[in-house]
């Protein structure tokens, strides 16, 4: 017997698509940079957002996903200069957050 491409996604897939439509607007608005984005669609996809909503704990998925949009709305592209003032000796050090964690992004 054949087997359709439906019978290899996981159950919930029509939940985790739901859920990702609602966040939808809220990540478009609150985070700007397209790389952020896919990375955070790419988490939101493969991560705890998913792994909660395949076993069926969808107010877990959600606040998981409210999470992982508060953090990637925070991953704001600040950079430090650490001792850059006066008397600083010669070059400045720079430092910064590390990026967000995430799937990896790939563009055609």
Not at 63 to 86: C, H, K, T
Request: net charge positive.
């Amino acid at each position: 017997m054949p087997v359709t491409s439906e019978a290899l996604l996981p159950r919930k897939t029509g939940s985790l698509a739901r859920l990702a439509e609602n966040f939808r607007d809220t990540v478009s608005r609150f985070v700007p940079s397209a790389e952020a984005r896919c990375r955070l669609w790419a988490t939101f996809l493969s991560g705890p957002v998913a792994q909660a909503t395949y076993a069926g704990r969808l107010d877990e998925a959600r606040s998981a996903a409210q999470r992982l949009v508060n953090g990637a709305a925070d991953e704001s592209g600040f950079v430090w200069l650490i001792g850059a003032g006066p008397g600083a000796g010669g070059s400045a050090d720079i430092a910064r957050p590390a990026p967000a964690t995430g799937g990896r992004c790939h563009r055609p």
